[in-house]
C-alpha cells in the first residue's frame, strides 16, 4: 500500500481538493493510503465530514517561522516584477507617504525581480540553511511515498515540503488561485518534483516568474470548475426560493467587490436599485446582491426590496477569514444564482470565468463611488492587475467606465443575452484549460504517476 500526504491548510484549498472529484478518486482506490494534513482545530470537522475507509485527517498546530526562516521569506516577495506587485506596492507606501520605503521597495523588486542568477543563489541559501521543523514526527509515523502540496506558495505548504526534501520523498505540487504568482502571494521557495496548473497563462508564470523547468509544469485545467459541468444546477424556483425572491421575474446579480471596496459596493448597489426604480424595461426586475466571501459583517445601506444572498460558510472561531470553510450548499447556490441571472455585474476577479463557464452576461465595474479616490485605491488600477488584460482582452465581459455605460450595458445584454457569447467561451478556453469535467481526474492521473501506479 502506497501513503501520501495531501496539505489542507486554507479554506479554498478545501475547496479545490476536498469538495471536487479529486477526494472520490482518491477514495476509489484502495492500495493506497490518503492522509490529509490540516489546522488542528479543524481535524474532527475535517475528518467527520470526508473522512473514511483509506482517508484519514492529522491536525496540525500553526507554526511560525524562525528568524532565518523568516528572513528569507521576506525576500521572496521581491521576486516577481509584476504590474500587480508595483500598484500594490505603490498603494501600501505612496498612500502611506512613505516614499523612502516605496523606494526601497521598487529597487530591491528591480533586482531580484530581474535577475534569475540570484533568485537561484537565495533558493540555494535557504534549502541549506533553514532546517525544516514541524512534520518529522508525521513523516516518521506514516513514511509517505508522496507528498502532495496544494498551495505551493504557502507557509506551511513550504513547510512540509521542505521536510520531505529532507528525506527524498517525492513531491507535486498545485497553484491555489490564478493570481499567486503574478501578485507574488509569497512565490515558490521549495520547489516539488513537478507542478500541476489549471492554464497555460499560470504555466507561463511557473516558469518565468517562479523559475520552474518547462517540462516540471503540467496543465490540468481547474478542479473545482467540474462541478459546473458533473453536476446539475438548482432550479430557477429553488434558487429563488432561497434567497426570497420571486421566479417568475428576471434579476441582476450584483457580485460585490468586499472590505477593500466597501463603499463602492455600497455606491454600485444604488445604482442598480435606482435603474430598476427608474428605467421602464427594468421595472418587473429584481436586484440581488451578494457580498464577497471574505467580508466579515452584515451588508449595510441597501435598500428594503435588495434582496441580500450572504455565503454560506463555516465558521470556526479564528480570526483569519481565510480559514472558514466553503460550503457544498453554498457552491450550489453561487452556481445556481449565476445560472439563472439575467445579466451579472461584478468587479475584476474569478468570477468572471465562473460567470463565463456558466454562460451569463457579464458587465465589470470600472468607476468610482467618488472622483475623489486616489487611482492606487481606486477599482480602476486593478483593471492593471497583470492577470486581469488577458481576460479582457477577450472581450467577453463589457467594462463600463460610468453609471450611463452600466445603465447601457445591462439593457443591451437583456435584449441581447447572447451577445458577446462565444467570447465568453474564449475566456473559458483561456482560464480552465478544458471545460470537461475530467480536471480531477487529471490531477489524481498525476498523483498515481508519481506513485508509481
Not at 504590474?83 to 528591480?110: M, N, P, Q, W
Not at 513531491?171 to 496548473?197: A, E, T
Not at 488584460?389 to 447601457?408: D, F, K, N, Q, W
Not at 469535467?437 to 489524481?444: D, E, K, L, T, Y
Request: proline share 5%.
Amino acid at each position: 500500500m502506497k501513503t501520501i500526504f495531501i496539505t489542507i491548510f486554507h479554506g479554498h484549498i478545501a475547496r479545490n481538493i476536498l469538495l471536487t472529484d479529486i477526494l472520490k478518486y482518491l477514495k476509489e482506490d484502495k492500495d493506497l493510503r490518503v492522509i490529509m494534513l490540516c489546522p488542528d482545530f479543524k481535524r474532527d470537522y475535517y475528518q467527520q465530514q470526508f473522512g473514511g475507509g483509506n482517508v484519514s485527517f492529522e491536525g496540525v498546530p500553526a507554526l511560525k517561522p524562525g528568524r532565518l526562516d523568516h528572513f528569507f521569506r521576506t525576500l521572496y516577495y521581491y521576486f516577481v516584477d509584476s504590474d500587480t506587485v508595483r500598484l500594490l506596492e505603490g498603494e501600501k507606501y505612496i498612500l502611506a507617504h512613505r516614499y523612502v520605503r516605496y523606494f526601497f521597495s521598487r529597487l530591491v523588486t528591480k533586482i531580484l525581480g530581474n535577475i534569475r542568477p540570484l533568485r537561484r543563489l537565495i533558493r540555494a541559501l535557504d534549502r541549506q540553511l533553514v532546517k525544516p521543523q514541524g512534520f518529522g514526527q508525521l513523516f516518521d509515523k506514516y513514511q509517505p511515498d508522496l507528498l502532495f502540496v496544494a498551495s505551493i506558495t504557502s507557509d506551511q505548504d513550504t513547510m512540509v515540503l521542505r521536510e520531505a526534501g529532507r528525506r527524498s520523498v517525492h513531491s507535486l505540487g498545485m497553484v491555489r488561485s490564478w493570481d499567486n504568482f503574478l501578485s507574488n502571494k509569497g512565490n515558490v521557495r521549495i520547489y516539488p518534483d513537478k507542478l500541476l496548473v489549471h492554464n497555460r497563462f499560470l504555466a507561463d508564470d511557473a516558469v518565468q516568474l517562479a523559475d520552474f523547468s518547462p517540462d516540471k509544469v503540467i496543465t490540468i485545467g481547474m478542479p473545482h470548475f467540474d462541478f459546473y459541468v458533473n453536476e446539475p444546477r438548482l432550479s430557477r424556483e429553488e434558487t429563488c426560493r432561497r434567497v426570497g425572491a420571486d421566479p417568475k421575474k428576471p434579476f441582476l446579480l450584483f457580485l460585490m467587490i468586499g472590505p477593500s471596496s466597501a463603499k463602492l459596493d455600497i455606491y454600485v448597489t444604488a445604482l442598480l436599485e435606482k435603474l430598476i426604480a427608474t428605467e421602464p424595461k427594468l421595472k418587473d426586475f429584481q436586484l440581488i446582491v451578494r457580498p464577497h466571501p471574505n467580508t466579515g459583517k452584515q451588508v449595510e445601506g441597501v435598500g428594503p426590496k435588495t434582496l441580500v444572498n450572504y455565503p454560506k460558510l463555516l465558521e470556526f472561531g479564528s480570526s483569519r477569514l481565510t480559514d472558514r470553510e466553503f460550503t457544498k450548499e453554498d457552491i450550489d447556490m453561487f452556481a445556481g444564482l449565476i445560472s439563472h441571472a439575467a445579466v451579472v455585474i461584478s468587479y475584476q476577479g474569478t468570477s468572471n470565468v465562473d460567470t463565463a463557464a456558466l454562460g451569463r452576461p457579464i458587465v465589470n465595474i470600472k468607476f468610482d463611488e467618488s472622483e475623489n479616490v486616489p487611482y492606487l485605491k481606486s477599482v480602476r488600477s486593478q483593471y492593471e492587475w497583470s492577470h486581469v488584460p488577458p481576460i479582457v482582452a477577450t472581450g467577453g465581459i463589457r467594462i463600463v467606465e460610468s453609471p450611463e455605460e452600466l445603465r447601457e450595458a445591462i439593457l443591451e445584454y437583456d435584449e441581447h443575452p447572447e451577445r458577446d457569447a462565444e467570447k465568453r467561451k474564449q475566456i473559458v478556453s483561456d482560464q480552465c484549460y478544458n471545460l470537461d469535467g475530467q480536471a480531477s481526474r487529471r490531477a489524481v492521473d498525476e498523483i498515481k504517476k508519481s506513485l508509481g501506479k
